[in-house]
């Protein structure tokens, strides 16, 4: 069973950088595609990235420009550089697995969710 395990190391002030990780532990198949999700106070989970096992990324509008997707298949761990956070950034932040031809923007496409940690950008 796949298993994802979320991370971050960083300040949380706006403006500054913020470095997550997730590691996979588990089967994982080898086309795949590993997406990050977002979940605020009152409002519904949404994508906003996603990177597939050929390396090939996507990101939301709202985040293009200050996020960015990497992966080390050696230690099956993918990262998320979060720079220039703004407090409308604050959420609790998965990352999920899916099939090579998930999408980002539909969460019905992800099998496996991590546990999600908690980022919050203060102003």
């Known amino acids: 069973q796949l298993q994802l395990l979320e991370s971050w190391v960083g300040s949380v002030h706006a403006g500054r950088s913020l470095l997550c990780s997730c590691a996979a532990s588990g089967t994982t198949n080898d086309r795949y595609c590993v997406a990050w999700f977002r979940h605020a106070p009152g409002k519904e989970r949404q994508g906003f990235a996603a990177?597939?096992?050929?390396?090939?990324?996507r990101y939301a509008d709202s985040v293009k420009g200050r996020f960015t997707l990497s992966k080390d298949n050696a230690k099956d761990t993918l990262y998320l550089q979060m720079n220039s956070l703004e407090p409308e950034d604050t959420a609790m932040y998965y990352c999920?697995?899916?099939?090579?031809?998930?999408?980002?923007?539909?969460?019905?496409?992800?099998?496996?969710w991590g546990q999600g940690t908690q980022v919050t950008v203060s102003s």
């Open positions: 990177i597939a096992s050929d390396g090939r990324t």
């Open positions: 999920s697995e899916g099939h090579y031809y998930s999408d980002y923007r539909r969460p019905s496409d992800f099998n496996y």
